[in-house]
């Protein structure tokens, strides 16, 4: 090997070259672009937080926000909410014999009758809930356990539901329609609300049952199957376990209102994201002539007792409900908005405390440099 | 690279011998084994056709990262999932199929250029005649001819060659980018042979060692067979190896034999260790309320297939921790970022016509941890563009050229040694570059090349005091000296230079008959062997010189007799012949030749520094980096060179750490001595801010000493742990008098000390090589002396200058990016899941999923995955000029600051609290009420959509606060990221779709939107969470400022 050279550069013979006038002439130019993207010089803002740009901003947020907040409590005080527990545990309570005398197989439906006052008068439209307590319907086995395409009214689905619905899928050789454990475990107790006459005589408060789903699954999302008529159209299915009723009579008063389109099995077919949750469940209308949708007084709430809940645990409450803007009762978010508000403005005022501080501190350091 | 073993010769002897023309040798001589070689038929590319996918597909799913995410994949196939496999599956599907189809297009231009390779045609001597034929069909032993511009099909070795010399030229840039002309000899016994005939004449074999890795190392032997005669034994050496890859230059045909081929060895690493994090809880109370019931295949599972399918699905509902797009964010970031630094116009130079490389892109983020540079003198920190400065001729010296007023006898000797004692190669100006040179001076000159730019200014400047080397011919060196005569030098032995022995020499016959030999090399390896001579006023010349910084050299000759000139050829010919331990034998011949010398005198070279290699060295102090100069130059001349590139300053205060000093005191007193002057000083200074900053100078011998007394289990104590300590307290240590295993060996005693900083090596040779594979990261600069280091490094740049932006600038860069985009990636899925998590306490720990499929899928996928991406490639929190000018910022980021664990748990802390807020904002929201002003009630779908929105919101919004450069990129992907995310909720909500067999999203956004609340809580809780690190930005950057942020509040108040 030809290598040779006195400061240690070769250590073991390789190959090196070197050519004293520059003999690398062929080199091309592999000069990279001067775009700015490629020499990192895009022209760019550069924002600071400092305690100054920051100090605005806090108290900005802090001089929005209470106001807001302020706003929201306020609504949330003035919404006037009645809640009612029905479900029978106390031996003393109305509905107690019927909630534990529950048998799946009973014919013969039991109801009960609970009696309260309402202290203050709802006005405008009255919404009335019912909610169930300790029910996961946010279970994951229960959340998947329905057919969107047999909702829709998919025909295939209707007879070959997904095997999401398992083991509410099928009796035997028939479908179950509309199949999955949601449907099965359809709310089925039903409420009257009567207000007792100062006379002693009960007057039936009217409860509308329209609009109380959501506009694009009831007229989307929830869709019947084709046929002459609705009894035709669900033939050849079974109807859930638990019912007592096929879906195509679920409300015998309204046939618009039947099959998957019936607004209170929409309502449930809805899962709930909390164990604890209410639905809406009637509507009751603001009447023209009465200044007040639900006057002060005493009320009768008479109670079909259809749905066990003490096997698990649950409970269930009747709730009534006037609704603002913001929606109904919440006082979380007026509190919220007051204290986030003020922690911003207090911030705010510390920050300002500090920047003076350390400004004046850091400034006179400065000036020896 | 070049020399593969293949699997089945490994169990042969250590040698392997080679028919040329498959000719069996005369009988009696050896046992003809015809030994099965492959073919020449070359495969680099790793798939065909058919093995693509399975093999492929077994490649990627060895990486432990793929792996994982393929078993998430199988679990939610084979388990009853929370969420569908789409949600994995998708994203490895992408993941492997881009993977995939980049590989299968790399692989197909493999294939494309093995075939060019294998179809190439080879002309081949076959019973005397030339036969065309393809590069694949070459056996080993065949003779093959290759002409003027071909290129090597295999390695060869060189038989003859058109040139009468019996040389040809060689250049191998397609092997390591050097384009410089390479010479290589014919056998000399051979070289004669001019026609296909006559080579095919030959009858010989050749034995050599098994290929061996190195790719310029080969041993070997030829016989030759001549009739009835005992065979002519001659040494091969990797002169006569031509490599494959190479292309023959400046010579019209050469003869070869084929000797060896190769098959390309892949190295695949797998990277990345990810964790496994999951939650695991079993609530078997109210499992199975009368509404849910279990289905029978279910109820009839053992209660321990029940707990591990649970187990798994929350595998599964918590996978998204560690996100399949995490890993190629990561990986894209590295590779994109480093386009970066070859894009970079201030690291190009014009001279070299390149800019940075970049050989690796895995460790951007480590050249912003730089603790120790290592750094090689010549070359690197000097141009190593040498000039012939002066020379001492018998005691007299004189700079320049001016006559020297000595005895005619020495000079003459000494100029001859020069012109004689060298392995530079003359090269005629037309036969090489032709008409660019032609063109350019004129006239056709000559110039010379030589490996070691040393020699090429000694020979230049002989000619330019009068005695030009002309070339050598048939052995024959010609000088043309002062009075334009021509002598004749027979060039009998070249004993070639090796940095063991620092030396070299030649041994030629004079046209009088006379041997002489001529050695030249460093002072410390020839003084020793020199018996007369002015040996003291050379001395104090050479020393002089190397205070100024100059490179000397001692020349020195001996007159050898008739029969002391046939020892030392016998000895040498006994070494050359050895096969095995050449290099031992070779040094012991050497070492017993170059003895009994008459000094000479001295020759001074100089090598300027490199442009701005003081600014540099200095910006690097700066920053806090400890810059150790590693040299295997004398003490006094690298000294020199440290004080001009202002390593050493004048207030340093330098420790020695040499052979003269130990040799006084014994290496235990002086190092314990030196180590009590630096704590005492560092304790004494404790308080004022300047300690006063030491620098050590320490040499081989004392390091091999130190390095020794370690194994030996060290009676004093352990002198390894003294020496560390001292190099702690020095700002600038030279190594000098550096073989090269020893740079590496300092290296890895840098790394593997306790704080295991990461280590930086910098240089420009073959030397460096060792240091920078050693080094955590490698430079290589390219310079003079070949390609080597900058193969063999992680990164390349033209000049030792560009060092600074590469550290301070690019890694400074990369560090803070990378640390980000890591952390951050991290907090956003800790926002992402905790939520999930927390969900589970309110649905019976039953894995339901609080978002949607698609946004489980395409949260890291799209909604946030941008951002971040092109903040960690675009993000710069300080400007360039700033880093450049303030190089202390450097020391904000040392020793990992920003991936410690402090810092990694705030931003976990940030993603829990962040995690809390969403989703108990919107739990107390939804707690029992309705927000809707048409009484309406919203179910989990809404709930989930709600904390979701709330979470890209927030995360994309948190990157915003963090970016301190918002180019229209960033504009462009944040605002556009979250308007994606509206749109794509929007539109995803907007239709049935009739693909799915869900609708659980069916208008839940839009719903959602319509309500005032949900308005409100989202801003709300927007600001909640970006809250305290708003809080924390604003409060640490006003009480404790870094550096860094006040060089970003002058740069802003300007």
Not at chain 1, 23 to 44: E, I, M, V
Not at chain 1, 172 to 195: H, K, M, Q, R
Not at chain 2, 125 to 143: E, F, N
Request: charge should be neutral.
């Amino acid at each position: 090997m030809m290598a040779s050279s006195y400061n240690a550069k070769d250590e073991d013979g390789h190959h090196s070259g070197s050519v004293s006038h520059g003999g690398a002439g062929t080199a091309k130019s592999k000069k990279p672009d001067n775009t700015a993207f490629k020499q990192q010089r895009l022209p760019a803002w550069q924002p600071i937080l400092t305690a100054g740009t920051v100090l605005p901003a806090f108290f900005v947020i802090g001089l929005i926000f209470i106001p807001i907040g302020i706003g929201l409590y306020v609504t949330s005080n003035n919404i006037k909410e009645f809640e009612i527990d029905y479900t029978g545990v106390n031996v003393d309570s109305p509905c107690y014999t019927c909630a534990n005398n529950f048998s799946w197989n009973s014919t013969t439906s039991c109801s009960c009758t609970v009696n309260f006052t309402l202290e203050q008068p709802f006005e405008n439209n009255v919404y009335m809930y019912y909610g169930l307590s300790n029910f996961y319907q946010n279970h994951r086995r229960y959340v998947k356990s329905r057919d969107d395409r047999q909702l829709n009214g998919d025909a295939t689905a209707l007879k070959d539901p997904s095997n999401d619905c398992e083991p509410y899928r099928k009796i035997g050789v028939e479908t179950i329609a509309p199949c999955g454990a949601i449907a099965n475990s359809l709310f089925n107790d039903s409420l009257e609300l009567y207000y007792v006459e100062p006379s002693g005589a009960l007057n039936a408060v009217p409860l509308a049952k329209k609009g109380i789903a959501w506009w694009t699954d009831r007229n989307v999302k929830f869709r019947n199957p084709a046929g002459v008529d609705l009894p035709t159209a669900f033939k050849g299915t079974a109807k859930p376990v638990n019912w007592r009723k096929p879906v195509y009579e679920l409300d015998p008063s309204d046939p618009d209102n039947n099959g998957f389109i019936n607004e209170d099995f929409i309502v449930w077919m809805r899962t709930a994201a909390l164990p604890t949750f209410r639905k809406l469940y009637r509507i009751i209308h603001k009447n023209q002539s009465s200044t007040s949708t639900l006057p002060s007084g005493r009320y009768v709430l008479n109670i079909t007792y259809n749905y066990p809940v003490l096997s698990f645990d649950g409970r269930k409450r009747m709730i009534l409900s006037t609704i603002s803007w913001m929606g109904g009762k919440n006082p979380f978010l007026g509190i919220a908005y007051i204290t986030v508000g003020s922690i911003c403005f207090f911030l705010g005022v510390v920050l300002l405390i500090i920047h003076h501080k350390y400004d004046t501190r850091s400034n006179s350091a400065d000036i020896p440099n | 690279m070049f020399f593969c073993q293949c699997v089945g010769e490994e169990n042969w002897e250590d040698s392997r011998t080679v028919y040329i023309g498959h000719k069996e040798p005369p009988p009696g001589a050896e046992a003809y084994i015809p030994q099965r070689y492959p073919d020449n038929h070359i495969v680099s590319s790793k798939y065909t056709f058919w093995n693509f996918i399975p093999k492929n597909l077994f490649e990627q799913f060895r990486r432990i990262a793929n792996f994982y995410f393929l078993v998430i994949f199988l679990v939610q196939l084979i388990i009853d999932t929370p969420t569908s496999p789409i949600t994995s599956g998708l994203p490895l599907f992408f993941v492997i199929t881009v993977t995939a189809i980049k590989q299968g297009y790399e692989d197909w231009l493999r294939h494309k250029a093995d075939c060019s390779i294998n179809e190439c045609p080879v002309d081949v001597v076959q019973q005397g005649k030339v036969v065309r034929t393809q590069s694949h069909k070459l056996r080993v032993g065949d003779i093959v001819v290759v002409r003027e511009d071909e290129t090597f099909p295999c390695d060869l070795i060189f038989l003859s060659s058109s040139r009468y010399d019996g040389i040809c030229y060689v250049t191998t840039t397609s092997l390591d980018g050097e384009s410089s002309h390479k010479t290589y000899y014919a056998v000399p016994d051979t070289m004669a042979f001019r026609t296909e005939q006559e080579v095919d004449s030959l009858h010989a074999t050749i034995e050599c060692e098994q290929p061996q890795p190195d790719l310029y190392k080969f041993v070997g032997r030829i016989n030759i067979y001549k009739d009835k005669e005992e065979p002519i034994s001659r040494t091969l050496g990797a002169e006569n190896l031509l490599l494959r890859g190479a292309t023959l230059k400046n010579t019209q045909h050469i003869y070869v034999c084929m000797m060896t081929n190769d098959s390309v060895v892949k190295i695949y690493k797998a990277v990345i260790n990810t964790v496994l994090k999951y939650a695991w809880q079993w609530s078997p109370d109210r499992d199975e309320p009368w509404y849910n019931h279990r289905t029978e295949i279910e109820r009839q599972r053992h209660v321990v297939i029940r707990a591990f399918t649970d187990f798994l699905a929350f595998m599964v509902l918590f996978n998204y921790i560690i996100p399949v797009s995490m890993y190629v964010t990561v990986e894209m970031q590295k590779f994109l970022g480093s386009y970066f630094i070859t894009w970079d116009e201030e690291m190009f130079d014009e001279e070299l016509g390149q800019g940075a490389q970049v050989n690796t892109s895995d460790l951007n983020e480590e050249l912003g941890q730089v603790e120790y540079v290592f750094t090689d003198k010549t070359g690197t920190l000097t141009e190593n563009n040498m000039e012939f400065i002066e020379c001492c001729v018998d005691g007299m010296y004189e700079r320049g050229l001016g006559p020297l007023k000595t005895k005619k006898e020495y000079e003459d000797l000494f100029f001859r040694a020069l012109c004689l004692c060298h392995t530079v190669q003359v090269k005629e100006e037309e036969t090489v570059d032709g008409i660019k040179r032609g063109i350019h001076q004129g006239r056709p000159t000559s110039f010379y090349i030589s490996s070691s730019p040393d020699e090429v200014a000694l020979v230049e400047g002989m000619k330019r005091l009068g005695y030009t080397y002309l070339r050598l011919k048939d052995n024959y060196m010609e000088i043309l000296n002062k009075d334009d005569e021509i002598e004749r030098f027979e060039l009998l032995h070249v004993l070639n230079f090796d940095s063991v022995r620092r030396r070299m020499s030649v041994i030629v016959k004079s046209s009088s008959g006379e041997y002489l030999l001529f050695c030249k090399g460093a002072d410390s390896s020839i003084f020793p062997r020199v018996v007369s001579g002015k040996v003291e006023q050379v001395k104090a010349r050479v020393e002089q010189n190397a205070v100024e910084g100059l490179r000397t050299l001692c020349v020195a000759y001996r007159r050898l007799s008739a029969s002391e000139y046939q020892v030392a050829c016998r000895h040498l010919t006994e070494a050359k012949l050895a096969l095995q331990d050449r290099e031992q034998r070779l040094a012991q011949a050497y070492d017993i030749i170059e003895r009994d010398l008459v000094l000479l005198g001295a020759t001074a070279v100089e090598d300027r520094l490199q442009e701005k290699a003081a600014d540099t060295i200095e910006s690097l102090h700066k920053a806090g980096i400890k810059v150790w100069v590693l040299t295997g130059d004398k003490m006094e001349t690298a000294a020199a060179t440290c004080y001009a590139s202002k390593l050493f300053r004048r207030s340093t205060q330098i420790l020695e750490l040499t052979k003269k000093r130990t040799e006084e005191q014994s290496l235990h007193d002086v190092l314990f001595e030196l180590n009590r002057t630096v704590l005492r000083q560092c304790s004494i200074s404790g308080l004022s801010v300047d300690c006063l900053d030491f620098g050590l100078i320490i040499d081989g011998a004392t390091l091999s000493a130190i390095l020794k007394s370690n194994q030996e289990g060290g009676g004093h104590g352990n002198y390894r742990e003294v020496f560390l300590e001292i190099c702690r307290n020095c700002s600038a240590v030279l190594c000098c008098r550096m073989a090269p295993l020893q740079k590496a060996q300092i290296v890895k005693l840098i790394k593997a000390s306790k704080e295991h900083p990461i280590t930086l090596a910098i240089g420009d040779g073959a030397n460096d090589v060792s240091m920078i594979l050693e080094a955590h990261v490698g430079i290589g600069i390219m310079g003079k002396e070949g390609r080597q280091a900058a193969r063999n490094s992680d990164y390349a740049i033209p000049k030792f200058k560009h060092l600074k932006k590469m550290l301070l600038v690019h890694g400074h860069y990369y560090y803070i990016r990378i640390a980000e985009l890591v952390q951050y990636f991290f907090y956003k899925n800790v926002c992402f899941i905790f939520p999930q998590f927390l969900y589970q306490f309110f649905c019976g720990f039953s894995q339901q999923p609080l978002y949607d499929t698609a946004y489980l899928t395409l949260y890291n996928i799209s909604f946030t995955s941008l951002p971040i991406l092109l903040y960690s490639l675009v993000e710069q929190h300080v400007t360039m000029e700033t880093l450049k000018r303030e190089p202390s910022l450097y020391r904000d980021i040392a020793k990992n600051s920003l991936l410690r664990w402090p810092v990694f748990l705030y931003w976990t802390c940030l993603g829990v609290f962040d995690a809390v807020i969403f989703f108990f904002g919107a739990y107390f929201l939804f707690d029992n009420t309705t927000f809707t002003s048409n009484g309406q009630m919203f179910g989990n779908w809404t709930f989930g959509s709600l904390v979701f929105t709330v979470l890209v919101f927030t995360v994309t919004l948190k990157l915003a606060l963090d970016t301190h450069h918002w180019t229209w990129i960033n504009h462009f992907v944040i605002w556009g990221s979250l308007l994606f995310y509206v749109i794509f909720s929007l539109l995803w909500g907007g239709i049935i779709w009739p693909f799915l067999n869900y609708q659980r999203m069916y208008y839940v956004f839009m719903q959602m939107l319509s309500s005032g609340p949900a308005w409100l809580s989202i801003i709300l809780l927007i600001t909640v969470s970006l809250l305290p690190d708003v809080i924390k930005k604003v409060l640490c950057r006003t009480v404790c400022p870094t550096a860094t942020d006040r060089a970003q509040v002058t740069v802003f108040l300007w």
